[in-house]
């Protein structure tokens, strides 16, 4: 069974607090499922069984390529003993509001940041995607900086749909 550990709070309020112990119980149940590990396993682009990485304009790979199952591995390895895998979450919200962006994942870092307007608009199953796809930054998967129609393929928007979606069937 993977576990998903909320291993730091910052910043948020009783009632966000409250949520957040929502998203974790759900996140729980969804890394566990079936659908989860197929709907990984299946995820395709161009008709490919795999995610979208970058390359640079000299055809090197900016991202490394992982094939799907490799992703899978990744995102549901052990951080602690191998019997026991588990996700761990520090999680902080931000003052204020941001249009565009839900929040980030400082890459030197390990905290996920959301902002407020974020965090207390967000359906549950959205809410629980951008936790997924801020996770995969963590992880050390990375996507353009700028919309583009790949992004959507990329490994956290992938994850973070593949979650948000089988969220939305719970």
Not at 8 to 23: P, V
Not at 69 to 74: L, P, R, S, T
Not at 136 to 150: I, N, V, Y
Request: with cysteine; net charge positive; proline share 2%.
């Amino acid at each position: 069974m993977i576990k998903v550990n909320i291993d730091a709070t910052k910043g948020f309020n009783a009632d966000e607090l409250k949520r957040i112990e929502q998203a974790q119980q759900l996140l729980i149940r969804i890394v566990n499922h079936d659908k989860f590990k197929e709907r990984v396993l299946r995820f395709t682009t161009d008709g490919l069984y795999r995610f979208h990485y970058r390359k640079s304009f000299l055809g090197n790979w900016i991202d490394k390529p992982y094939s799907n199952k490799q992703v899978y591995d990744i995102i549901t390895r052990s951080t602690v003993a191998e019997e026991s895998k588990q996700i761990d979450l520090k999680l902080a919200v931000l003052p204020g509001k941001d249009i565009d962006a839900l929040g980030y994942t400082n890459p030197a870092g390990d905290m996920i940041y959301t902002y407020r307007n974020w965090v207390n608009s967000l359906s549950m199953a959205q809410y629980v995607g951008h936790l997924a796809h801020e996770w995969c930054h963590q992880l050390g998967f990375d996507h353009e900086s700028k919309r583009t129609a790949k992004n959507e393929h990329s490994v956290p928007f992938g994850i973070g749909k593949i979650i948000e979606n089988i969220a939305w069937e719970c």
